[in-house]
């Protein structure tokens, strides 16, 4: 952790990107077997978390030009499953304007995939904090 004291959980940052076709993009790091959307860890550094997502996203995805919408409901509370530590995760809905989804070789992110999202639930290997994410989309966007 960069700067500053552990807080004894980690502050993450996803972002939800929607295609046309209503598929959800999501990230697998290269350390890990598990799937998230993509964003990641709060810096001490980071000015909000909006910064930090828009400093996530680009860090992997350097082609991608995108905006954030807005937040997506309220926080999210879980457990990574690499590390074992308590996590707040605040999530954001995104609109890609243009670029690629292909990832920086360089960064974590080892591979990416649209999804589509029926009733929530995939045969991927998908983050518990972000199937609950994914359940709460799923169900806004049937009710509205």
Do not use: H
Request: glycine share 10%.
């Amino acid at each position: 952790m960069r700067g500053g004291k552990d807080k004894g959980y980690i502050e993450v940052v996803n972002v939800i990107f929607q295609n046309e076709n209503g598929k959800i993009l999501i990230s697998r790091n290269k350390d890990s077997e598990f799937w998230s959307l993509p964003g990641g860890k709060k810096d001490p550094d980071d000015k909000d978390y909006r910064e930090a997502l828009i400093r996530e996203v680009t860090e992997e995805f350097q082609n991608l030009e995108f905006t954030i919408v807005g937040r997506f409901n309220g926080e999210y509370f879980g457990i990574t499953p690499n590390s074992r530590r308590f996590l707040i995760a605040r999530v954001f809905i995104g609109r890609i304007i243009g670029g690629s989804v292909i990832p920086d070789p360089e960064m974590e992110v080892a591979e990416t995939r649209w999804i589509r999202i029926q009733s929530g639930k995939s045969n991927l290997k998908i983050i518990r904090c972000v199937q609950v994410i994914l359940n709460d989309f799923f169900r806004n966007s049937k009710e509205g």
